[in-house]
């Protein structure tokens, strides 16, 4: 089974700040991870993804996340917050073989302000 | 833009009703997955295809059904509508599901009156 556990529903950073977005899985495979932004009255686009290989992964608009395997972590990070940061942020986790690939497993969400 | 295409944006229907949500996913992909996303239960995954064929069956309740057509577009049907399917509903499309990167539609906003 997979699971994952965002914490904090809502961040708040001053504008030019880091941003800091924790996610935590569960799998019982190797897994699949993502990150999915989701601006307001819009759908889901895809940030950044972790299939196999190097562990530190960089995505559009300037964030990046760490695959963490002895800490089940795969938190997003961006080293200066810009306004249109603000939208709310998806962990998402996917087995990587066979009938566990296919469907993601999305956390609660968190949801990023940024204030001038 | 995504390239996958869902209408429609916005659908006001009563208790008791019959909808359908339409899903175009992107040009080549074969994979179409339905997602729900709603305050209580967050998004959650209901049902995946692959050309043509069910392959994965998520928290879909047994009042829902969903068929993906031969020229890969699918539908979402649902039926006995309660207020608690009120909701956004959102189609994602992939070439297949290995390495799973999904592309989503913009939604569809189910308003259960």
């Known amino acids: 089974a997979q699971s994952v556990t965002q914490l904090g529903s809502h961040v708040s950073v001053s504008e030019g700040a880091l941003v800091l977005l924790r996610c935590n899985y569960s799998?019982?495979?190797?897994?699949?991870l993502f990150w999915y932004v989701q601006y307001p009255n819009q759908g889901l686009q895809l940030l950044l993804k972790?299939?196999?290989?190097?562990?530190l992964v960089k995505g559009i608009n300037g964030f990046e996340a760490e695959f963490k395997k002895s800490e089940t972590s795969f938190h997003l990070t961006k080293p200066s917050a810009h306004m249109s940061d603000a939208a709310e942020y998806f962990c998402?986790?996917?087995?990587?073989?066979?009938?566990?690939?296919?469907?993601?497993?999305f956390g609660k969400g968190t949801k990023l302000s940024v204030k001038p | 833009d995504s390239g996958v295409t869902q209408t429609p944006k916005h659908l006001i229907t009563a208790t008791g009703q019959r909808v359908t949500l339409r899903c175009s996913p992107r040009?080549?992909?074969?994979?179409v997955y339905w997602y729900q996303q709603s305050l209580d239960q967050g998004l959650q995954f209901l049902i995946q295809?692959?050309?043509?064929?069910?392959?994965a069956k998520g928290n879909i309740l047994e009042r829902f059904s969903a068929q993906q057509f031969p020229d890969l577009h699918s539908e979402l049907n649902l039926s006995s509508l309660e207020l608690g399917d009120s909701a956004l509903y959102f189609c994602?499309?992939?070439?297949?599901?290995?390495?799973?990167?999904?592309?989503f539609g913009a939604g569809t906003r189910l308003s259960v009156l």
């Open positions: 994602a499309s992939s070439v297949s599901w290995t390495k799973n990167i999904q592309y």
């Open positions: 799998s019982s495979v190797p897994p699949y």
């Open positions: 972790y299939t196999t290989g190097a562990t």
């Open positions: 998402a986790v996917s087995g990587n073989y066979g009938g566990s690939q296919g469907n993601l497993i």
């Open positions: 040009s080549g992909d074969l994979s």
């Open positions: 295809y692959y050309n043509g064929e069910e392959r």
